[in-house]
C-alpha cells in the first residue's frame, strides 16, 4: 500500500511534469499532451485493480443496527460503518450499476452484482463482485444474524 501511495503522490506526478515539457519541447499536440499528463496514473489505478482482484478483502463485521465494513489489501485497509441499517431493504443492486467501472477497471473481468441496503434514506453498497449465489448466501446470513442480536 505505501508503494501505491508513493507512485501516485511522488512518482507518477514527476512523470506527468517530464512526458508534458517534453511534448510541449518537441511538438505541441493536445492529445499527445493529454496522454503524457493521465498516463503515469493509469499504470498505477491498473496496478491498484489487478493486486485488489488478487489480495483484496472485504470483511463485514455485523452489529444489531449497523455494519462494518473494511476493506483491505495486505492487512491495510479502511473501513466505514453503514449505521443505521433497514434490514428489509437488503436486496441485490442492479448488474449495470458497477458494469461500467468494470469494463474501465477491471479490463472488463467478470463484474457481478453487489449487495445494497438503506441507510438514512440512502442506498449504501458492498460485496462488489460476488456471484448472484455468494451475495444471496451473504445476505441471509446478514439477516439471521440481524434478527438474532436483536
Known amino acids: 500500500m505505501v508503494f501505491l501511495v508513493f507512485m501516485s503522490f511522488i512518482t507518477c506526478p514527476i512523470m506527468s511534469i517530464f512526458l508534458a515539457s517534453e511534448v510541449i519541447r518537441t511538438r505541441w499536440e493536445l492529445p499527445t499532451l493529454f496522454f503524457a499528463i493521465f498516463m503515469p496514473f493509469t499504470g498505477v489505478i491498473s496496478l ?8 483484496g478483502e472485504e470483511i463485514i463485521t455485523i452489529k444489531s443496527d449497523r455494519l462494518k465494513i473494511r476493506k483491505r489489501i495486505y492487512g491495510s485497509g479502511n473501513e466505514h460503518v453503514i449505521e443505521p441499517i433497514e434490514v428489509d431493504t437488503l436486496e441485490l443492486s442492479g448488474l449495470d450499476i458497477l458494469k461500467v467501472g468494470s469494463r474501465i477497471m477491471f479490463w472488463g473481468l467478470p463484474w457481478h452484482k453487489a449487495i445494497r441496503v438503506k441507510s438514512n434514506g440512502k ?7 460476488l456471484s448472484i449465489e455468494e451475495a444471496q448466501e451473504v445476505m441471509e446470513y446478514i439477516n439471521k444474524s440481524m434478527k438474532r442480536l436483536s
Open 48 to 55: 491498484y485493480s489487478v493486486i485488489w482482484q488478487r489480495s
Open 123 to 129: 442506498y449504501k453498497y458492498f460485496g462488489n463482485d
